[in-house]
C-alpha cells in the first residue's frame, strides 16, 4: 500500500480532540498514512489576523486530502477586540476561512449522508396506525451546491447607487419596493450558474448510480423562485433523461420537504439541493440519525481532486476545555470513513462502519448525547462514555 499523505487540521475547541481520534482508528483500520498538520482556525486569527494562513492553502494544494476538525467563529465587533494589540489597527475583518476554503478550492460539491445506525437511542421513530411504534431506516444522501446560491456573498445593505438602478428595472422590485428609501433596503443574491447546477445534479446523479438508489429527490422552489430553482429543475430533467434514465427524478419543495422527512423518511434515497436549501434540509435529516455527533460531510472538487472531510458540528466552545472530553467522536470518524471512500479505500470504511454499527448495536458503550443527557463534566460519573472510550471501544471491535 502506498503511503498516503492527508493534512490534518484540528482547528478549534473539540475540533482538535475529535480529529485526534479519527486519526488513531484510520491507524486501528490499518490505513498508512503522512498527517501533515495544517494551521486553522481562531488562535491564527488573534495571532496573526488571518484564520487560514498562506501556509495552509498551499498545504492543501500540494496534498489535496484534507481532515478537518472543526473551527470558533465570531461576530466582527468581537473579532476586533481578540486581535493581538499590534494588528488592531490594521483594518483587518475576520471571515469565515471555511467558507474560503470551499472558494479557493472551488469545493462545489458537498455531500452529507444520514444513515441511521440500528440501535442509537437517537434515532427517530414514529407511531404506526395501529399504534406500535416504528423505527424507519434513514438512508439518504444530501448533495448541496456549496459555493453559490444566497450564500454566495452577493449582497449589500443601502445598495450602491448602480445596484439600486438596476435593480429599478425590474417591475416586481418598483411594485413592491420601489417607494422603500434605498438606505432602508438590504439585498442578499442567490445567483445560481449553469456550471455549477450541473455539477451539483450529475453529482447527485453519478452517486444514485454508484450506491443503487432508485431516486434523486430535487428540493428547491421552482414554482415560486423561478429563474434559479427554476433552472435547477429544468437541468435536473434533462440531464435525467438525457444521461440517467434509469434512476428517478422526484421534485419536492423544500417547505413541503421539511414536513415529509419527518413522515416518511426511508423513502428518500439522495437529494440534491442548492446552497441554502441544501444546508437546512441536510440538517433536517441528521436530527433523524442522531444529530451533530452523527452527521458528517465532504467537500470537493471533481476537476482537482481537492476534498475536505469534517463533521458538521463546530467547535464546541464550552467543551474544550473539559479534561475529559466528552463529545461523540463517530460524525468526525464518519467523515474519515467519506475520505477513505473517496480515495479507493472502501473496504476499510466499511470495516470501520460495521465497528460503529456493532458498537451502537450493542448500546453499552454511549457518549453523553446518547444517553440524553445535558452536555457537563459529571456525564461521565452518570454513565456516559468518553470521547477516548468511544474511539477505543471502536478500535476494539476492530
Ligand atoms: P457546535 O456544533 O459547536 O455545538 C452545538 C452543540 O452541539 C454543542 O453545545 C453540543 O451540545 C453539541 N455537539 C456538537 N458537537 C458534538 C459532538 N461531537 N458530540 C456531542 N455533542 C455535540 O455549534 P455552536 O455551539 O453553534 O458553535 C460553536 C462554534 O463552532 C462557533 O464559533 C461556530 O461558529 C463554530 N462552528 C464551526 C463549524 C465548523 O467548523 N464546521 C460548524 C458550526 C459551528
Ligand atoms: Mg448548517
Known amino acids: 500500500m502506498i503511503k498516503r499523505t492527508i493534512v490534518a487540521l484540528p482547528g478549534d475547541g473539540i475540533g482538535k480532540t475529535v480529529l485526534d481520534e479519527a486519526i488513531r482508528v484510520l491507524g486501528a483500520v490499518g490505513f498508512e498514512a503522512e498527517y501533515i498538520e495544517g494551521d486553522i482556525g481562531w488562535e491564527y486569527w488573534k495571532k496573526e489576523g488571518n484564520p487560514m494562513p498562506d501556509r495552509t492553502i498551499d498545504l492543501i494544494e500540494k496534498h489535496k486530502i484534507v481532515l478537518f476538525g472543526a473551527i470558533t467563529s465570531k461576530p466582527k465587533d468581537e473579532a476586533l477586540n481578540e486581535l493581538a494589540p499590534e494588528l488592531k489597527e490594521k483594518g483587518l475583518i475576520y471571515s469565515s476561512p471555511i467558507v474560503a476554503l470551499r472558494q479557493n478550492f472551488g469545493l462545489d460539491i458537498c455531500l452529507r449522508p444520514c444513515r441511521s445506525y440500528p440501535g442509537n437511542p437517537l434515532n427517530f421513530i414514529r407511531r404506526s396506525a395501529n399504534n406500535l411504534i416504528e423505527e424507519p431506516k434513514v438512508d439518504v444522501a444530501i448533495f448541496r451546491q456549496n459555493t453559490e446560491g444566497l450564500y454566495g456573498g452577493v449582497e449589500w445593505s443601502n445598495p450602491p447607487l448602480k445596484v439600486y438602478e438596476a435593480l429599478m428595472t425590474h417591475p416586481k422590485f418598483i411594485l413592491n419596493f420601489g417607494k422603500v428609501p434605498v438606505s432602508q433596503i438590504s439585498v442578499s443574491t442567490r ?90 434540509v441536510s440538517d433536517a435529516f441528521a436530527g433523524l440519525i442522531g444529530g451533530l455527533g452523527f452527521a458528517s460531510s465532504a467537500q470537493y472538487n471533481p476537476d482537482t481532486g481537492i476534498a475536505v472531510f469534517e463533521p458538521t458540528h463546530g467547535s464546541a466552545p464550552k467543551y474544550a476545555d473539559y479534561h475529559v472530553s466528552i463529545v461523540n467522536p463517530i ?68
Open 331 to 398: 460524525a468526525m470518524i464518519e467523515s474519515a470513513c467519506m475520505m477513505l471512500d473517496f480515495i479507493d479505500e472502501q473496504d476499510r470504511a466499511k470495516k470501520i462502519r460495521k465497528a460503529v454499527a456493532e458498537l451502537v448495536f450493542e448500546g453499552k458503550i454511549r457518549t453523553y448525547d446518547m444517553m440524553k443527557f445535558l452536555g457537563s463534566q459529571d456525564v461521565i460519573n452518570k454513565g456516559a462514555a468518553s470521547t477516548r472510550q468511544m474511539a477505543d471501544a471502536i478500535i476494539g471491535k476492530l
Open 191 to 280: 445567483i445560481f450558474t449553469l456550471r455549477a447546477t450541473e455539477r451539483i445534479l450529475r453529482a447527485a446523479f453519478n452517486h444514485a448510480v454508484k450506491y443503487e438508489y432508485k431516486s434523486v429527490t430535487l428540493c428547491e422552489k421552482p414554482n415560486v423562485i423561478r429563474e434559479t430553482s427554476g433552472m435547477m429543475y429544468k437541468l435536473a430533467k434533462k440531464i435525467q433523461k438525457t444521461e440517467f434514465p434509469q434512476i428517478e427524478l422526484w421534485n419536492t419543495n423544500i417547505d413541503a420537504q421539511m414536513m415529509w422527512l419527518t413522515k416518511n423518511p426511508e423513502n428518500y434515497g439522495v437529494i440534491v439541493a442548492g446552497n441554502m436549501f441544501g444546508d437546512i
